[in-house]
């Protein structure tokens, strides 16, 4: 198992414990559409690539799935997606060898191209769709696309179409356009791939994985449109145990011959239990980053202190989403309610009467508590009346050198 901090991870490098998640995802997918949710950080991608490389780790007779994986971060139009979609969709039916049914689903423009897919890689044929597509309207993506997925319970096996950083892109989308034209685009897109799902038949044969989620339902809502979503199943990562904690830095400790004293390997684990396995990634690059190969339990406390007040480590991506994402008067806010939980967990109505009543509207309060949740810095806890706390300790710690809280007690 290697420490790949910051990206997917699959295969060896998936921590074995954490399975379960792609055998419970499987299960879902065999009989609805799915909405994963889950802070930034805590293996969403993962999750799906580990799924996909199961499936394509079979044997072609032994596969239940076809796979069609879209990362969408970086698409700003409609179009964009559907034209990403289409070729996602080509190149199943061309694997599939269903050209001719192809033929016949596209109409007569298409006839030709459709003709020599088998015979064209993809990437040189990318130039010749964008011409074609180039001015296509959402009403004549729909025309095209819509077969082509329905078609798809004609196919052996089930496919899955998994969307990525989905509210990422819809954030993209609120970019370029005014609000109302945000919203009506927005509104048409998010009809149009329900009634997708809406016309699923008794044993479909094609279900959707939407990702980056808790996001998405929050930006429905704000613009009125939830119920677009309503429909799908919901899928939790939850964070991890410190079963889970353990497992990752002691796999991680052999990989790369570091010793640990037992008491540094249980402070390492107290300090990323309830968070995400990102943390034990992180805490454990720290120590390769000192080229030493012991590690008494003060030396693990000193890396991870300086790690935390040096400031330039993995986790300061938090704090810059939250500079760029966030007004003036919420990240004003945020800094209210992410300083007082160094102290403790809290009520959540009490922080807000306690120091931010008259200083800032309620409903700002809590859309950037659902922020703060969303990215992974806090969350209610269900096991004390839903109190807001840090996830996990190693969050807490940093913050406190941010915040400049005194008496700070690793
Ligand atoms: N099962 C796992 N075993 C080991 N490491 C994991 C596992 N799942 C996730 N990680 C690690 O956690 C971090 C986040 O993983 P991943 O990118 O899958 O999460 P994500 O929820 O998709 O994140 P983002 O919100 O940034 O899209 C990565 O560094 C990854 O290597
Ligand atoms: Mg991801």
């Not at 356009?177 to 509104?187: A, G, M, R």
Request: glycine share 4%; aromatic share 10%; net charge positive.
């Amino acid at each position: 198992m290697e420490n790949i901090t910051g990206y997917p991870v699959t295969h060896k490098d998936y921590l074995k414990t954490r399975l379960f998640l792609v055998t419970e995802l499987k299960r879902l997918l065999r009989k609805c559409s799915v909405i994963i949710e889950a802070p930034r950080r805590f293996g969403k991608t993962s999750v799906i690539k580990e799924f996909l490389r199961q499936e394509n780790a079979k044997k072609e007779e032994k596969r239940e799935f076809n796979v069609l994986f879209l990362e969408l971060e970086g698409e700003e139009t409609v179009s964009d997606f559907c034209l990403k979609l289409f070729k996602e969709l080509l190149n199943l039916y061309r694997l599939r060898k269903k050209i001719d049914a192809l033929s016949r689903l596209l109409g007569n423009t298409w006839n030709a191209i459709a003709a020599r897919l088998g015979k064209i890689k993809l990437p040189g044929f990318e130039v010749e769709l964008r011409e074609i597509t180039g001015d296509y309207t959402l009403p004549e993506w729909k025309e095209k696309i819509t077969p082509m997925i329905t078609h798809l319970n004609s196919f052996d096996r089930k496919t899955i179409i998994v969307f990525d950083e989905f509210p990422d892109m819809l954030m993209n989308f609120k970019k370029k356009q005014t609000k109302l034209d945000y919203k009506n685009t927005t509104d048409s897109f998010t009809a149009w791939l329900r009634s997708l799902r809406q016309i699923q038949v008794e044993g479909c044969k094609y279900q959707f994985v939407f990702c980056g989620s808790i996001h998405l339902r929050k930006t429905l809502e704000e613009i009125g449109i939830s119920k677009r979503i309503n429909d799908l199943e919901p899928f939790v990562i939850p964070p991890i145990k410190s079963e889970d904690a353990r497992l990752l830095i002691e796999c991680l400790a052999k990989k790369y011959k570091l010793e640990i004293e037992e008491a540094g390997i249980a402070f390492m684990v107290e300090k990323i239990t309830e968070g995400s396995l990102y943390y034990g990634q992180i805490l454990v690059k720290a120590l390769r980053e000192t080229s030493e190969k012991n590690f008494s339990v003060d030396k693990v406390k000193a890396i991870y202190e300086a790690m935390l007040r040096r400031g330039n480590h993995d986790l300061n991506h938090y704090h810059s989403r939250l500079e760029e994402y966030l007004s003036h008067g919420e990240n004003e806010c945020s800094k209210v309610i992410l300083k007082h939980l160094c102290s403790g967990p809290a009520n959540e109505k009490e922080i807000y009467d306690l120091l931010l009543y008259g200083k800032s509207p309620y409903e700002q309060f809590q859309s950037v508590v659902n922020r703060l949740i969303y990215e992974g810095y806090i969350s209610r806890d269900i096991h004390d009346n839903g109190n807001l706390r840090f996830v996990a300790p190693i969050l807490k710690d940093w913050w406190k050198f941010k915040a400049g809280v005194t008496n700070v007690r690793l």
